[in-house]
C-alpha cells in the first residue's frame, strides 16, 4: 500500500489526534495552550466546535503575543481547511515562525508548508520545503524535526518508487519515534503518530520489495500497540496492509475481503482510493470485470473531482482502455485514452524533477553516472511519448470517422422505423382484403382464396377471417402461443395452417408472430412514453417473448437496429 498522500492528509488532519483526552464543551481562557490542542483533538468529528476552538487559539495567541503558540494555531486552521485556503493558513504559518526567529519553530513551518503543497500535488515546492526543514534540523540538532523530515523525504522516494532506499530511511525514523514513545508530548510533538506512519510505510515499502515475511512481526507490533493504546482509528489502514500483502502473493479473495473489511472500518471523510484501487485489480485478476470496472472508475471519478491522480493508481487507466475495446466502446476507449496521455504528461514533469533534485541535494553520494542514466532514460520516454502521441490521434481520427457514421446509420434506420410503421397498414394488401372480405361477403373474391391447390377457398377464408381476430385481440402476446395450438383452435391441421401463414402473410409462422409483437411494441413506445422508460427486459415480457435475448435479436433482425439504441433516439425525439 502506497501511503505517501493518504499519511500526508492523515497528518495533516490530525498531527496530534488521539481521542484519549476529555473534550470541552467551548473554549475557555483558562485553559493552557497544549490543553486547547488536545481539545481541538477530541473535536475533530464536530468541525463547527472544532473551529470555535482554533478561531479562540489564533485569538488568544496574538493577543499575548504569542508566536510560537500563533504558528500552531495556524497550522491547526492549514490541516482542517481545503485548497487554496489550507496553503494560505500554511503561507501564514511560516511568516509567523520567520518572524519567530525560533529555528525549531521555522524548521517546523517549512515542514508543514511542504506537507500542504505535497497533498496539493506541487511536488516541487514540497521538496524544496522539506530539504529546507532537513538543513535546518540538523543544523539545531533537532533530532525530533531531522527524523520528521527522513520520514516525507522516504515518502518521496515512494512516491518514485525508490523502495530500498525509501525502507532505509523508515527504519531510521521507526526507531527514533519508537524509542521515545513514553516521552511526554510538548507542544507541537507527537511521537506516537509518526511511529504508527513510520510503521505503515515500512510494511509497504517491504510489500513492494517482497519482504513479506518481515511484515508478519511489524503487524502484529502494529495491532498490538493499537489495542494497548485504544487508537482503532488506524485500524483499517493496517488491515488494508494485509489486504496489500494477500494482494501481492496473489490470494485475491482474501486481499478482496481484507480491502473491503478496512473501507467498512473508516470513520473520516477521505476517500481511500488505494483500497478502491486494489480492489478493482483483484477482481479484475480473478475474472469479474464488470465489477473491477466499477471499482476503478471510482478513481477515475476520484481525479475528475479533484484533478489529481496518484502515479499508482495509472493502470486503472490501462484496465478501463483493455475494457471498453474488448466490449467494442469506442466512446469509452477513447477518453481513458486521452486521459491517460494528459496524466502520463503530468506524471513525467514531476518523475523528472523529483530525480533530480532528490539525487542533487539529498543522496549527495549517489554516483554521477545514475543521475546520467535516469536523464537519458527520460529522453527516451520523451521519444516515445511522442510516437504514441501520433499514433493515437490516428486512432482518434478513425474511431472518430467511424462512430460518426455509426450515428448517421442509426438516424436513417430510426427514420425507416418510423415511417414503415405510417405506412404499415397501407402495404398489407392481404389483410385489407381480408377485412374487405368480413365487410362485404357478398362480394367474395374467388381467385383470392383459391391460391392454395387443394383447399377449399371458402376455409381459407375462414382461416383468414380467425387470424384477423386473433390479430385484434392482440392474443400473439401469450407468449405460449404456437403453431400447433393455434391451428387446433381454428379447426385445422399444422401442415395447411402453415401453409395459408406462408402464402398470405409472406412469413413462416415464428416470423409472422414476432413481427406482431414487434409492431405492436413499437406502436407503444411511439405513443406511451411510460414504455419509453421501461428496460428491454420489460418489453420483451409485455410483447410476449420469451426471453430479452429473443426479443432483442428480433428486433436487429427486423430493424437492423439495437432496442436500446431505438429507445434512447425514442427519448431524444420527445
Not at 193 to 218: C, F, Q, R
Not at 355 to 378: G, H, M, P, W
Request: glycine share 2%; hydrophobic share 35%; charged share 25%.
Amino acid at each position: 500500500m502506497q501511503l505517501k498522500f493518504k499519511l500526508t492528509l492523515l497528518f495533516l488532519l490530525s498531527l496530534v489526534i488521539f481521542n484519549n483526552f476529555p473534550a470541552q464543551k467551548s473554549p475557555n481562557s483558562n485553559l493552557s495552550n497544549e490543553e486547547i490542542e488536545k481539545t481541538i483533538d477530541a473535536n475533530i468529528n464536530n468541525p463547527t466546535e472544532m473551529w470555535k476552538l482554533i478561531n479562540f487559539y489564533i485569538s488568544k495567541s496574538k493577543k499575548e503575543q504569542n508566536k510560537e503558540a500563533l504558528f500552531y494555531a495556524y497550522r491547526y486552521a492549514s490541516v482542517n481547511s481545503t485548497y487554496p485556503i489550507n496553503l494560505k493558513y500554511a503561507d501564514s504559518a511560516l511568516i509567523i515562525a520567520k518572524n519567530s526567529e525560533i529555528k525549531k519553530i521555522l524548521i517546523d513551518a517549512y515542514l508543514h508548508h511542504g506537507n500542504v503543497n505535497m497533498a496539493e500535488e506541487f511536488y516541487e515546492k514540497a521538496l524544496d520545503d522539506i530539504l529546507a526543514a532537513n538543513k535546518l534540523s540538523q543544523e539545531i540538532g533537532d533530532e525530533y524535526i531531522l527524523n520528521k523530515t527522513i520520514y516525507y523525504i522516504a515518502q518521496n522516494k515512494i512516491y518514485l518508487g525508490q523502495y530500498e532506499d525509501a525502507r532505509k530511511e523508515l527504519l531510521i525514523s521507526l526507531k527514533y519515534f519508537k524509542d521515545h514513545l513514553n516521552n511526554k508530548s510538548s507542544l507541537g510533538k507527537n511521537y506516537q503518530v509518526y511511529y504508527l506512519y513510520s510503521l505503515m510505510s515500512l510494511i509497504d515499502s517491504n510489500i513492494k520489495l517482497g519482504n513479506i515475511e518481515e511484515n508478519k512481526a511489524l503487524l502484529e507490533e502494529a495491532f498490538s500497540y493499537i489495542k494497548d493504546n485504544k487508537l482503532d482509528q488506524y485500524t483499517p489502514y493496517f488491515i488494508t496492509s494485509e489486504g496489500m500483502t494477500a494482494y501481492y502473493l496473489k490470494d485475491y479473495n482474501s486481499a478482496i475481503s481484507k480491502f473491503s473489511e478496512s473501507i467498512r472500518l473508516y470513520n473520516d471523510q477521505w476517500d481511500h482510493n488505494t483500497e478502491v484501487y486494489y480492489l478493482g485489480l483483484s477482481y479484475w485478476h480473478i475474472g469479474k470485470e464488470q465489477l473491477a470496472v466499477k471499482y476503478l472508475e471510482e478513481i477515475d471519478k476520484h481525479y475528475e473531482k479533484t484533478k489529481k491522480l496518484d502515479p499508482q493508481f495509472r493502470s486503472a487507466y490501462e484496465i478501463l482502455i483493455k475494457y471498453y475495446n474488448s466490449i467494442g466502446d469506442t466512446k469509452k476507449q477513447l477518453e481513458y485514452i486521452n486521459k491517460l496521455m494528459f496524466l502520463d504528461r503530468s506524471y513525467e514533469k514531476n518523475y523528472k524533477y523529483l530525480y533530480e533534485r532528490i539525487v542533487k541535494e539529498y543522496d549527495t553520494k549517489k554516483l554521477i553516472a545514475e543521475k546520467n542514466r535516469i536523464e537519458s532514460t527520460l529522453q527516451n520516454q520523451r521519444a516515445i511519448f511522442f510516437v504514441l502521441i501520433i499514433v493515437l490521434l490516428g486512432i482518434f481520427l478513425f474511431f472518430g470517422y467511424r462512430i460518426y457514421k455509426e450515428k448517421q446509420n442509426y438516424k436513417k434506420r430510426f427514420e425507416a422505423i418510423l415511417a414503415q410503421q405510417s405506412t404499415e397498414d397501407a402495404t398489407t394488401a392481404p389483410r385489407l382484403l381480408n377485412e374487405i372480405q368480413i365487410k362485404s361477403p357478398q362480394k367474395f373474391n374467388y381467385e383470392f382464396y383459391n391460391k392454395i391447390p387443394g383447399l377449399n377457398p371458402i376455409f381459407v377464408e375462414s382461416i383468414l377471417k380467425q387470424l384477423e381476430n386473433f390479430e385484434k385481440e392482440e392474443k400473439f402476446l401469450d407468449s405460449q402461443v404456437s403453431q400447433k395450438s393455434l391451428s387446433e383452435d381454428f379447426g385445422t391441421n399444422s401442415t395447411y395452417f402453415s401453409k395459408i401463414i406462408n402464402t398470405y402473410k409472406g412469413k413462416n409462422f415464428t416470423l409472422y408472430i414476432n413481427d406482431l409483437r414487434l409492431d405492436y411494441i413499437i406502436t407503444h413506445l411511439k405513443n406511451d412514453v411510460k414504455y419509453i422508460n421501461m428496460d428491454v427486459k420489460e418489453l420483451a415480457s409485455i410483447s410476449g417473448f420469451s426471453s430479452t435475448e429473443n426479443f432483442s435479436d428480433n428486433f436487429r433482425r427486423k430493424f437492423d437496429l439495437k432496442p436500446s439504441v431505438f429507445i434512447k433516439m425514442m427519448k431524444e425525439k420527445l
